[in-house]
């Protein structure tokens, strides 16, 4: 089993950044593909990004390409995800979960453990 806590959100102007962190406890993190999910008022949970075991596949949403990166440090049992060039449409609650899959997965019922998530705000 895998509990998982989000850091590092907060209100951010337009052209921003922000570094999100999700601390894993247990002593298997590196067994786990892990993913950024968010979910907006009124809308859908929607994938942004996902890290396989290793790190060295990743996948992301395309309208975070070449804004945001996902990284994890399985030594530290915590994945990142850097966010660039923020958008206010990138406004949402951001959690982070976990796989067993091997690969990176877009689905979020695919993912068994969630973090409580850690609200972004973008003001424009």
């Known amino acids: 089993q895998v509990q998982l806590v989000e850091s590092g959100g907060g209100l951010v102007q337009a052209g921003g950044s922000l570094r999100l962190s999700c601390a894993a406890s247990?002593?298997?993190?590196?067994?786990?593909?892990l993913g950024w999910f968010r979910q907006a008022p009124g809308k859908e949970r929607e994938f942004v990004a996902a890290i396989t075991k290793s790190g060295s596949n990743t996948d992301y949403k395309d309208s975070v390409k070449g804004r945001f990166t996902i990284s994890r440090d399985n030594a530290k049992n915590t994945v990142y995800l850097e966010m660039n060039s923020l958008k206010p449409e990138d406004t949402a609650v951001y959690s982070c979960?976990?796989?067993?899959?091997?690969?990176?997965?877009?689905?979020?019922?695919?993912?068994?453990?969630w973090g409580q998530g850690t609200q972004v705000t973008v003001s424009s």
């Open positions: 247990g002593r298997t993190f590196s067994s786990y593909t």
């Open positions: 979960a976990a796989t067993s899959r091997v690969v990176p997965i877009t689905q979020w019922r695919e993912y068994r453990y």
